[in-house]
């Protein structure tokens, strides 16, 4: 459920004729919330109890615990507790459990699509240290490794947000680009975030462009299949190596 439609289920409701019961207070229920989904993962009986000492303090109603207990369980999906309480690396866990980390991950790629940009890209670069390592040097299926915008996105005409990295483009990349390393895949999503062009390239191509003289400059080619429900990765490269490709993609262009 998203976070914006919790309060709806904290308005009264009728109880067999005996009246409504007193309304949970936004403002405490907030106070548990945002101290109980941490990463720390603190007991709810030390969050209601902290949540009681500023109540009293501020004059606000104070709920029994088991309405709190019963408002969480409503509000907050197993998946957002996991990510907020036990980390990115856990939550692919929750969907395949057992599974090594990478297989986890490629299981879970479809769910990637229905959480917030945030917590998608937050998961995504958590994985390139240890998951996306492993898979690069024995590629199966494709790896999502960096989000578009949704105004990036709705340019070519993608139903999808997050860019996957397909073996068979990886395998491309290799013959053609054997000087890229692993630590040169894991800038696409900041490639991305801190484009300084982006060229769209037809219909269903967007290119983006990294020239920041105080980092590394790469040049990172996204493109939407035709059914608009796949989004690939299909170039990556050095800007230093792309210059006859950007004299032609950026003349005139900002």
Known sequence: MAEADWLAY?????????????PLDPEFFALIRSDWLR?????LTSCYDRAKRVARKEGLPIAPIHRVRKAIKETISKPTEIFLRKGAEALPRYYAPGASAADTILAFRDKLEKLHAQPT??????????????????????WPLARLSDADAQKIGSQRRVAELSAETLAKQRRHHPELTVADYAQAQATINLA?????????????????????????VV????????????????????????????????
Do not use: C, M
């Open 10 to 22: 904290l308005t009264p409701k009728p109880t067999g004729g005996r009246g409504k019961i007193a």
């Open 121 to 142: 890209t937050d998961l995504i670069e958590s994985w390139l240290d240890g998951p996306f390592k492993r898979w690069f040097e024995d590629p199966r299926g494709p």
């Open 196 to 220: 300084t062009h982006r060229v769209q390239d037809g219909e269903n191509s967007l290119i983006f462009v990294r020239d920041d003289p105080s980092a590394p400059g790469y040049v990172l």
């Open 39 to 43: 990463l720390e993962a603190p007991s």
């Open 223 to 254: 493109k939407a299949t035709r059914s608009a429900e796949g989004l690939f990765i299909t170039n990556i490269q050095r800007l230093g190596e792309s210059d006859l490709i950007l004299s032609r993609l950026l003349n005139g262009s900002g």
